[in-house]
């Protein structure tokens, strides 16, 4: 294994005992949540309990096994030197809203960067008693039924394909709308729902593209290691990786990617946009040539 992947022998565990912790508020009574909403008059954006004791096992642990690391968290920021170059990514529900409604699509992620690349990362979902992790660009899939391999379909066109997105408002930068209405209406079926565990599904093999927009680096940190190790392909609207979050393209195979980066390149025709908008950059920098 690689020098710099040493000691993550132990991730897996630590995700499971993350995943144990979250289950003692899911379906418990609302009243435990402890649910406060941080998004203010930009929308409800939910944060319980869980999110902050999950977050703090995860943080506490990682600093005790890798004391030189850097430590990034939704939750409580950035801590740790950093001076190994190494960067732990913690989201510890992601899909907070799925959470508190009880929906058993939400996750715990980490994601470990290694000077600026994504190399490593894990999705538990405790409900479901599931883990997908990907290592080095090996990527594996644990669940009640056993161990498998993790592995895209291959589905090459937009016409053959299932698609899913958390929900349309996310989509609130200039043309990114318009967008993912031009892929929602190229593919066989398009979904809502599914946060995390949308990509877990792709890498898995039972769906073919996820399109997402406001994404934070730590949404994203841990989903691409885990796509691009069963064949997939993640990126920005630029073709670059979107470690910093942003628009996020992800595509069961690189042909089925190149179409639909074609259409998310596409000038914005529809007859309420007063002058076409073509999305360029990725990442949290997003702009529209006018």
């Not at 979107?242 to 390149?265: N, Q």
């Amino acid at each position: 294994m690689d020098a710099s992947l040493d000691g993550i022998e132990a991730v897996p565990d630590l995700m499971v005992r993350a995943g144990e912790l979250a289950l003692r508020w899911f379906r418990a009574d609302p009243a435990r949540l402890g649910e406060l909403d941080k998004g203010g008059p930009g929308g409800y954006d939910p944060v319980t309990e869980a999110d902050r004791a999950v977050e703090g096992l995860l943080r506490s642990e990682l600093a005790a096994m890798f004391p030189d690391d850097r430590i990034v968290g939704e939750e409580a920021g950035t801590s740790g030197p950093g001076t190994s170059g190494r960067t732990w990514l913690i989201d510890p529900i992601d899909g907070t809203k799925a959470f508190v409604s009880g929906v058993p699509m939400w996750g715990v992620l980490l994601g470990l960067s290694v000077d600026g690349e994504p190399v490593a990362g894990w999705l538990r979902q405790p409900y479901l008693r599931e883990t997908f992790g990907a290592v080095g660009g090996d990527g594996t899939f644990e669940g009640p039924g056993g161990r498998v391999p993790l592995r895209a379909r291959r589905t090459g066109a937009l016409g053959d394909a299932v698609m899913y997105s958390t929900h349309p408002s996310m989509f609130a930068a200039d043309g990114e709308r318009a967008a993912f209405e031009r892929l929602a209406g190229a593919v066989r079926l398009q979904r809502f729902g599914g946060d995390c565990y949308s990509y877990g599904l792709l890498a898995l093999g039972h769906i073919d593209l996820v399109v997402e927009a406001s994404l934070e680096p730590y949404d994203v940190g841990a989903l691409i290691p885990i796509v691009r190790a069963a064949g997939g392909v993640i990126t920005g609207p630029d073709g670059s990786t979107p470690s910093g979050g942003g628009f996020v393209i992800a595509a069961a195979t690189p042909s089925l990617h190149a179409e639909a980066m074609a259409l998310v390149a596409a000038p914005d025709r529809s007859p309420t946009a007063g002058t076409a908008r073509i999305l360029v950059g990725g990442g949290a920098a997003r702009a529209a040539i006018l």
